[in-house]
């Protein structure tokens, strides 16, 4: 997990052509996804009606950036974004429109004034026939297409939900390899002299670390294992399968935590998860939080968190020991009964991680001094507690993402850390 000095600030474009029943359902079910409640999330807008005063067979409102005459040549929705992240809902309407064609392919041709990357994706067969450069990217491609009757879609539906669920895994694992991506390869482009939001340079794999107990937590890692590794375009850590005979077992799972290639964990908790050393050490040392510009004076000091996700395992009336480390973690029941819960966990925690790598990116645009510590988390006092300025009592304001802290939860802070205040990223000042 490396130190990020240059990373990207996407806001999210997702377009529709008017005609499409199936566009405006699936663009709510994005929104609802990458901005998960309380102000969590990139900002996402849409992009389908004619602009205001435009003929009916009109293109929507442009994109910040996009040269277009008239009173729309530019806009400033985007605020503190540097990287556009289009998602076209191509349809045979949209196709068929030479229009939209025409706006598409601007879009993806004219990028000298503002970092953007497409993401197509194909409703049906006659969306790769839209001309290139479109045509020529890696289309999203959710299954269970085409439905029956995509004008009368119901939300019970489990033709739709399969493909609400395989959009938003592709499209997330997508966002998460692009950010990270964006992140890891910045400072070394920059120095290069090249764009460090280059969209047409190959992002990193992402790798998600599996943590658990071999006593009595293999059999649901492994399914994830064998997700991760056979259904997506992710990387899984196995300690089973990387770990080489006659190799250093402690000093691989460091290196493997501590890589800039792991950008998540998932941690299976059952009942003797919490007794096994080498469960703890890696579980503590991935939830360390890191200082990505230490040494800096003057500044405040901005913190860096990976995400968890706690797999609940335990069966019966069984008993384990309380895991501090856990924090405020999420967390999910598993179940072999639900035939899905192996990509739900999956989809889940790279979507925290593309939270996570957002967050970080937001709060380092913000302007704070060095009475100001920012975090990319919801703060908990498991966390906040290997802060040094936090254990050191020192009278500190800490600038977190999202909305202010429940009542209950600003209460229980202001008791445990008296001389911290907690202000939410969209209070603090923007640059």
């Not at 969590?40 to 992009?47: E, K």
């Not at 409102?61 to 040269?67: A, D, F, K």
């Not at 290997?386 to 800490?398: F, N, S």
Request: include cysteine; glycine fraction near 6%; proline fraction near 9%.
């Amino acid at each position: 997990m490396d130190k990020i000095r240059i990373v990207p600030i996407p806001v999210v474009y997702v377009l529709w052509h008017p005609r499409c029943a199936l566009g405006e359902v699936l663009a709510k079910r994005i929104l609802r996804w990458l901005r998960p409640g309380n102000g969590l999330g990139p900002q996402v807008f849409y992009r389908s009606l004619p602009a205001p005063d435009a003929p009916d067979d009109g293109l929507p409102p442009p994109l910040p950036g996009e040269s277009r005459p008239g009173k729309y040549a530019e806009s400033a929705m985007a605020k503190a974004a540097n990287l556009q992240v289009v998602v076209p809902l191509i349809d045979d309407n949209m196709v068929a429109d030479p229009v939209w064609r025409h706006w598409l392919v601007a879009l993806a041709t004219n990028r000298e004034r503002v970092s953007r990357h497409i993401l197509p994706t194909a409703l049906d067969p006659t969306a790769y026939n839209m001309p290139s450069p479109v045509s020529d990217q890696n289309y999203l491609r959710p299954a269970g297409l085409p439905l029956p009757n995509p004008s009368a879609i119901a939300e019970a539906d489990p033709g739709f939900a399969l493909v609400e669920r395989s959009l938003l895994k592709q499209l997330t694992e997508a966002m998460c390899r692009l950010l990270l991506g964006y992140s890891r390869r910045a400072a070394s482009e920059v120095a290069a002299g090249a764009s460090a939001l280059d969209g047409e340079a190959a992002p990193l794999k992402v790798k998600v670390f599996l943590s658990h107990a071999k006593a009595d937590g293999a059999a649901p890692a492994s399914r994830l294992r064998d997700y991760i590794n056979g259904k997506t375009q992710l990387d899984a850590f196995y300690d089973e399968n990387d770990i080489a005979f006659g190799s250093s077992f402690g000093g691989v799972i460091q290196r493997a935590v501590q890589s800039s290639e792991t950008a998540a964990m998932i941690a299976v908790r059952t009942t003797k998860y919490s007794s096994r050393p080498w469960c703890r050490r890696e579980l503590s040392m991935f939830r360390r939080p890191i200082c990505v510009n230490a040494g800096e004076s003057g500044t405040a000091q901005r913190w860096r968190l990976y995400p968890l996700l706690v797999v609940e395992a335990m069966e019966g009336m069984e008993l384990s020991a309380g895991i501090p480390e856990f924090g405020n973690s999420q967390v999910v029941r598993w179940t072999d009964q639900v035939p899905d819960i192996d990509e739900f966990i999956v989809t889940t925690v790279i979507r925290n991680a593309m939270l996570a790598s957002f967050h970080a990116a937001l709060g380092a645009s913000l302007q704070a001094g060095p009475d100001q510590i920012v975090i990319n988390w919801l703060p908990d006092a498991a966390t906040l507690l290997q802060i040094p300025a936090v254990r050191q009592q020192r009278k500190v304001e800490v600038l977190h993402p999202g909305r202010r802290l429940s009542y209950l939860e600003a209460t229980t802070m202001d008791e445990m850390f008296p001389t911290l205040t907690f202000t939410p990223f969209e209070r603090a000042p923007a640059p």
